[in-house]
Each structure stands twice: as structure tokens, then as C-alpha cells.
């Protein structure tokens, strides 16, 4: 078989990411501007600022935050999701298209609706004054914690989906012999849950987390569209700051020191997956 | 477990309600983007009159035609490149034993590790040079590199599980390398080339981060890029937004509701890997 076959993509992926890759990771080394023809080595100096930066190390708690708390609810929902709907529940069909169908709509644009539904004159104000809960009203996007909070809870709902077809594919392996015959032994829903049917499920569990945990470092289009990384950039999260950072503010080199920050938590976080995977499927 | 008990018809209920608030708020969404802009009132309130006289405004002031065009461009061919070429670099890393095929099918992995930040900046400046930034040509270039170690990925493994039956066959019906791969192996893929065409096509239409920086300022836009712009042209003028989602969305969701088996498998398979 004729070399050439490979060649096509090769040279795409090498031009498109493999030489930039060690290029950004050259440039986090450098003051780089973006714009002078100048560039100076300068070591380590954008990872000891980076170190010491409030911002940059603001939007690095947050975005674990984000990824931590998304992964948590979209795996419990995923998994409630799946367990419901894996019954004999008639309408079951139309219900797992109305929750996966955010996973096909992009992010930026339920970013927006839910800017919408939360602004302060929007449905979720207008609902709880409406329920005589007017108390309640919010500026939910204005205040960094609620903002924040939002956000997870985007995030999630776009995902959810997602988990729970993951999880419906892994509970066709649960054996049904074993659910009876735990349920002759009269083991309850809660037992059944923790002692056969987590088990059986390990390995879509693991994928989900994992999914959730990268996608959650990575997140974009959710802030931007719903924050700006606002108000005060209390929301910015690594990546906002990195778009920021190095389109608007010009610094180069510290926008690409953030980056390579970026991808060693996502790599180390992809690379446990690879690995707890291939040890999973070996086992 | 197999009957429908009063414990099922509960589950159900609940579920059902659980699905109804879960949707509410694209069920808003599309009712205010329906409101003709006389009607005033609560965004919860029904429209009573739909009219589609923002999506009008859409097409008209926001320029969305060119830009759902250019979306469709883009999908359509960073989909076709991604397949294409995907799948001929699988067929070799996977047929060609030895060293070379090995350490590059390993160089393609270590591409699914790295988040898009890390090239970002040098290759906005490349593709800058090469005067591919402000139109289409660097946006798909852009494709026909980081869909590659997704994409080869899920080529290499379904591959894996094919049998060489047929391509021996073919090998010894005297056919070449090149037209064994067209007759033979690209449609024992098929299923895969169903998932690879879904992930990439939803991926590419649905992406922000790469056009907002590839197209801005150039008067060229895709969908999700008009969009953004609406936001700040319009401000608040919600019913405008909202009928632009809804143009950008209704043909996605229309093929999902039609393709929905065939989405929701290549999910769960592809995303497992």
C-alpha cells in the first residue's frame, strides 16, 4: 500500500497543528506582541507571572470549578436520565429526543437564550413574580456567583443529552438475570442501584466524566455569549481570557503561556481517560 | 420489571414534566422570535398572531442568507475533506504494519489531547501570510487539519474489526491499492462514515471559536459568527435574535428528528471511542 494514502492528512494536520502546537508552545517563552517584528526569549518569566496574576489564576479556579461542577450534574442527571427512561415508560422514545436534542444546537446560541431567559426582565424573573416569589428576582447574570452558577447549569443542560445516551447504550449490558435475582433476594432500588448495576456500568461512567471534565476546561461559547466573561471579568474563563488576552490586549506570548497552562490540564486529563480506559478493557 | 405498574405511570408523569421545563426555554425562545413586534406583553405570554415577519428582518438587515450559505459551504466541505482524507490515512496506518505507521497513527492520537488554544496564535498568523484569514479557503483549512486526529481515530479502530477478506479478493482480481479502497473497503465503512460525517458536520456548523477569529471584520460570516453580531447590532431586540436562531437551528434540528437513530448512535459510539 502506496504511502500517499497517509499523505493527504498528514501534511493537513502537520501544517494545521502540529508545527503551530510547538510554535505556541515556543511562543509562551517569548514577550511577543503579536505585531513587532521583535520577539525576545524570555524563559520562564510568562509562567512566574501567570503564577502570580489574580485574573489569570481567577479564570483557572473557575474553569475547574466549572468543569468539576458541570461534570458532577451532568453525570448525575445523565444517569437519573437513563435510569427512568430505561423502563417501560411508553413515552420513552420522544423524551430521550427532547433531552438529547440540545447537543446538536451550538453552544454559542443557548448561551444567548438563556442570556435571554435570565435577563432581568426575562421569563425566570417574570415566572417568579408572576408566583408572587417577586423576593426572588435576581440580576442572575450580573452577579459573578450567580453568573457563575448559570453557566454550570448551561453547560450541563447542553450535555446532559449526551450522558444519558452514553449511559443507555452501557445499561443494555446489565444483565437482567441478575436484577432478578437480586430482586428474589429482595434487594431494594438503592441496593440493586450501588451493588449491580453501577458496576456493570463502570466503563460509560468513566467515558462521561471524562467528556464533561475536557469539554468543561475548554469552555467558550457559553461565557462568551452569556457573560462576556462579565461583570468585571468575574467570569472569564481560561479560555475568554485567552481570546482576550491575546486578540484584544495583543500579548502574545502571555496568551500562549496561558494556553500551554490550558492544554497540560487537558492532556493530563485525556491521558488518564486513554489510560484508565485501555486498563478497563483489558481487565 | 417488564409490566406497567402505577409505579411506571408515576415515572412517567414525572419524566414528562421534567421534559417540558427542560425545553421551556427554547419553547421561548421560538415564541417571542414568532411576535410580531406590535405585540407587546410578557415574554411568557403566547403569541397569539405568529408572524414571520422577524425572520424577514433577519434575512434583510442581518445579512443571514450569505452567512447561512457560507455555513453550509464550510460544513459541507470540511465534512467531505475530513472523510477523504481521514479515511485513506486509516486504510494505510491500519493495512501497513512496521514502525512509520505506528508512530504516525500515535503522532495523529496526541492531536485529540491538545485543546485548539495551543495553535491558535501561530496559525492565525500563518494562514495570515497566506492570505487565507477573512474568507472561507482558511476556515477549511483549518478543518482539514483538526478534524484529522478524531476523525482517523475512529476510521483506524472500526477498521480494525474489518476483515481483509474482501481486499485479498480485490488484490488478486488485479485491482490496485487506489481502486480496492474506492470498490472495496470505503463502503464496509459506511457505518463509521455515518459518524464521522455527523460529529464533523455538527462540530463545524455549530463552531464560534474558529470563525469568530478566521472571519471577523471581513464581511464574510457564518451563522453562528451573524448571530454574535446581531447581539451587538440589536442590542436587546430579542424577537431579531431569536428569529435568526431560529433559521440557524430549525434546519439542524429538522435532520436531527429525521436522522435521530443514526445522530444519537454515532454519539454514543464516536464520543466512547
Known amino acids: ?283 | 420489571m417488564t409490566r406497567y405498574t402505577v409505579r411506571t405511570l408515576l415515572l412517567e408523569i414525572a419524566l414528562i414534566v421534567a421534559a417540558a421545563v427542560f425545553i421551556s426555554p427554547m419553547v421561548v425562545a421560538l415564541n417571542i422570535a414568532l411576535r410580531p413586534s406590535g405585540q407587546a406583553g410578557s415574554p411568557l405570554a403566547l403569541t397569539t398572531s405568529p408572524s414571520l415577519e422577524n425572520v424577514v428582518a433577519a434575512f434583510t438587515e442581518g445579512h443571514l442568507g450569505a452567512a447561512l450559505l457560507n455555513s453550509v459551504v464550510v460544513t459541507v466541505g470540511g465534512t467531505l475533506i475530513a472523510i477523504t482524507f481521514s479515511s485513506w490515512a486509516a486504510y494505510y496506518l491500519v493495512r501497513r504494519s512496521g514502525h512509520l505507521p505506528r508512530g504516525l497513527f500515535m503522532l495523529f492520537l496526541a492531536g485529540l489531547l491538545l485543546p485548539i488554544q495551543l495553535v491558535t496564535l501561530p496559525l492565525y498568523n500563518t494562514l495570515h501570510s497566506l492570505g487565507l484569514i477573512g474568507n472561507l479557503g482558511g476556515l477549511l483549512v483549518h478543518y482539514a487539519g483538526s478534524t484529522m486526529p478524531f476523525s482517523v481515530f475512529l476510521y483506524a479502530s472500526f477498521l480494525r474489526s474489518v476483515a481483509t477478506d474482501y481486499e485479498e479478493a480485490a488484490h488478486i482480481d488485479g485491482c490496485g491499492p487506489a481502486s480496492a479502497f474506492v470498490h472495496v473497503v470505503f463502503p464496509l465503512l459506511r457505518p463509521v462514515t455515518g459518524t464521522v460525517l455527523i460529529l464533523n458536520a455538527l462540530a463545524i456548523y455549530n463552531d464560534f471559536f474558529n470563525p469568530l477569529l478566521y472571519l471577523t471584520g471581513s464581511g464574510q460570516q457564518t451563522a453562528p459568527v451573524a448571530l454574535q453580531s446581531f447581539i451587538g447590532e440589536y442590542v436587546a431586540n430579542w424577537p431579531v435574535i431569536f428569529a435568526g436562531v431560529l433559521v440557524t437551528v430549525v434546519p439542524i434540528l429538522a435532520l436531527y428528528f429525521i436522522l435521530q437513530k443514526h445522530i444519537i448512535k454515532g454519539f454514543a459510539g464516536g464520543l466512547k471511542g
Open chain 1, 1 to 283: 500500500m502506496p504511502f500517499w494514502f497517509v499523505m493527504p492528512a498528514l501534511v493537513s494536520y502537520v501544517f494545521v497543528i502540529v508545527v503551530p502546537a510547538a510554535q505556541g508552545t515556543g511562543l509562551a517563552f517569548t514577550d511577543w506582541n503579536g505585531l513587532s517584528p521583535q520577539r525576545d526569549f524570555v524563559g520562564l518569566d510568562n509562567f512566574v507571572q501567570l503564577s502570580a496574576d489574580p485574573i489569570a489564576l481567577g479564570a483557572l479556579g473557575r474553569t475547574v470549578v466549572i468543569a468539576l461542577a458541570s461534570m458532577a450534574l451532568v453525570n448525575l442527571g445523565g444517569l437519573a436520565l437513563a435510569l427512568g427512561l430505561n423502563t417501560q415508560v411508553k413515552s420513552r422514545n420522544i423524551l430521550r429526543t427532547v433531552f438529547f436534542a440540545p447537543a446538536v444546537i451550538s453552544p454559542l446560541v443557548v448561551g444567548y437564550v438563556f442570556k435571554f431567559v435570565l435577563s432581568p426582565t426575562g421569563p425566570v424573573n417574570g415566572l417568579l413574580g408572576a408566583v408572587g416569589l417577586a423576593d426572588l428576582k435576581q440580576v442572575w447574570l450580573g452577579d459573578p456567583h450567580l453568573a457563575l452558577l448559570a453557566i454550570i447549569g448551561v453547560v450541563a443542560w447542553q450535555s446532559v443529552g449526551t450522558a444519558m445516551v452514553i449511559y443507555l447504550a452501557g445499561l443494555q449490558g446489565v444483565e437482567p438475570e441478575q436484577v432478578e435475582a437480586a430482586l428474589m433476594d429482595g434487594a431494594g432500588l438503592w441496593q440493586r442501584l450501588v451493588n449491580i448495576v453501577l458496576p456493570s456500568i463502570a466503563p460509560s461512567i468513566l467515558v462521561n466524566a471524562m467528556l464533561t471534565l475536557i469539554s468543561g476546561l475548554r469552555v467558550f461559547d457559553q461565557v462568551y455569549a452569556m457573560t462576556g466573561g462579565g461583570p468585571a471579568g468575574l467570569t472569564q474563563s481560561l479560555a475568554t481570557l485567552f481570546v482576550e488576552l491575546g486578540f484584544e490586549f495583543g500579548r502574545y506570548g502571555y496568551a500562549a503561556a496561558l494556553a500551554v497552562v490550558l492544554s497540560v490540564l487537558v492532556a493530563s486529563f485525556s491521558a488518564l481517560q486513554f489510560g484508565l480506559l485501555r486498563r478497563g478493557s483489558k481487565a
